[in-house]
């Protein structure tokens, strides 16, 4: 059970959560803070009266009395956070309340939410304050390192647009990123992008260098990853299928996987077929009363 009460210190419930399609979440409000990070899946979202499109690693984060409802297109998995804070604390954050709903570009951060969960999962049951209180710490820096980080502003659902990028956009990176996410799955070579943006293959790496630090091969990479890894959790899939869904053959699959995982596949997959889909951190927190 994750739960730390301390006059000094935030009072925090921690869960990771699995939600079936369809699952809805009426409105409603509460007296606490609350911040959601979805791993995988799609969620419909909406803060007051504007809606949202949640796709994984995108956060979104409720102030106190908020009103705000949520549904699923998808089987999804979140991590929930509740938590109060000191007004000091809300005051610093205010940048982060005011965008809402943005996409954690950051890999360092998301890698921090799967390390986050990872040890609320792992101590639970733990009753050693010191531990609790290092997780309520890791919480409160990480809420801070969103504040101060350059997110991109939050994008309403749009029938004509896709919700991750605006298509009118003249910034050339976002929108060769943004093809990416969309044809994963395809060929995609320097080649191409060269075809399709009308930048030299070298103009292209140097745009992606300057804002991105990483090559555009690099984030294509990275990409098919992230889908890889939700297959694996998500489906039954062969890993050989799931190579070519993703858009690469099955050994130079398993050979990047293995190089940016720190394991195989089929480790990945055992290692999450091995975690509860539910998994409640704090089982006194009424989720029934306060969602």
Same mark, same amino acid.
């Given at each position: 059970m994750v739960e730390l009460r301390d006059n000094q210190l935030t009072t925090l419930w921690m869960s990771g959560k699995d939600y079936a399609k369809e699952i809805i979440v009426p409105k409603h409000r509460h007296d606490?803070?609350?911040?959601?990070?979805?791993?995988?899946g799609s969620e419909n979202l909406i803060i007051g009266d504007k809606p949202f499109t949640m796709?994984?690693?995108?956060?979104?984060?409720?102030?106190?009395?908020?009103?705000?409802?949520?549904?699923?297109?998808?089987?999804?998995?979140?991590? *929930? @956070?509740?938590f109060n804070m000191v007004s000091d604390l809300r005051t610093l954050l205010d940048d &982060?309340?005011?965008?809402?709903?943005? &996409?954690?570009? *950051?890999?360092? @951060?998301?890698?921090?939410?799967?390390?986050?969960t990872d040890q609320g999962i792992y101590f639970q049951k733990s009753e050693d304050r010191q531990i609790l209180i290092n997780i309520d710490t890791q919480v409160k820096l990480i809420l801070?390192?969103?504040?101060?980080?350059?997110?991109?502003?939050?994008?309403? @659902?749009?029938s004509e647009k896709c919700p991750d990028v605006d298509t009118d956009s003249n910034d050339p990176v976002a929108l060769m990123t943004q093809y990416m996410f969309d044809n994963y799955s395809e060929k995609i070579t320097l080649d191409i992008l060269s075809q399709k943006f009308h930048y030299?293959?070298?103009? @292209?790496?140097?745009?992606?260098?300057?804002?991105?630090?990483?090559?555009?091969?690099?984030?294509?990479?990275?990409?098919?990853?992230?889908?890889?890894?939700?297959? &694996?959790?998500e489906t039954g899939y062969s890993i050989g299928q799931i190579a070519n869904e993703v858009g690469f053959n099955n050994n130079y699959f398993t050979k990047l996987f293995l190089k940016y995982e720190?394991?195989?596949?089929?480790?990945?997959?055992?290692?999450?077929?091995?975690?509860?889909?539910?998994?409640?951190?704090?089982?006194?927190?009424?989720?029934?009363?306060?969602?």
């Amino acid at each position: 059970m994750v739960e730390l009460r301390d006059n000094q210190l935030t009072t925090l419930w921690m869960s990771g959560k699995d939600y079936a399609k369809e699952i809805i979440v009426p409105k409603h409000r509460h007296d606490f803070y609350q911040l959601q990070y979805l791993v995988s899946g799609s969620e419909n979202l909406i803060i007051g009266d504007k809606p949202f499109t949640m796709k994984p690693n995108y956060l979104s984060i409720f102030d106190s009395n908020e009103y705000h409802e949520y549904s699923f297109n998808k089987r999804s998995r979140i991590v *929930d @956070i509740k938590f109060n804070m000191v007004s000091d604390l809300r005051t610093l954050l205010d940048d &982060l309340f005011n965008k809402s709903v943005f &996409l954690v570009e *950051d890999m360092m @951060i998301r890698n921090k939410f799967s390390q986050l969960t990872d040890q609320g999962i792992y101590f639970q049951k733990s009753e050693d304050r010191q531990i609790l209180i290092n997780i309520d710490t890791q919480v409160k820096l990480i809420l801070l390192e969103l504040a101060h980080s350059t997110a991109p502003e939050p994008m309403l @659902i749009s029938s004509e647009k896709c919700p991750d990028v605006d298509t009118d956009s003249n910034d050339p990176v976002a929108l060769m990123t943004q093809y990416m996410f969309d044809n994963y799955s395809e060929k995609i070579t320097l080649d191409i992008l060269s075809q399709k943006f009308h930048y030299s293959k070298s103009q @292209i790496i140097n745009l992606f260098s300057d804002q991105k630090h990483q090559t555009p091969m690099y984030i294509l990479q990275k990409i098919r990853l992230q889908y890889a890894k939700q297959l &694996l959790s998500e489906t039954g899939y062969s890993i050989g299928q799931i190579a070519n869904e993703v858009g690469f053959n099955n050994n130079y699959f398993t050979k990047l996987f293995l190089k940016y995982e720190k394991q195989l596949p089929s480790e990945y997959r055992t290692a999450k077929q091995k975690e509860s889909h539910e998994i409640i951190l704090n089982t006194s927190f009424d989720i029934t009363t306060q969602p």
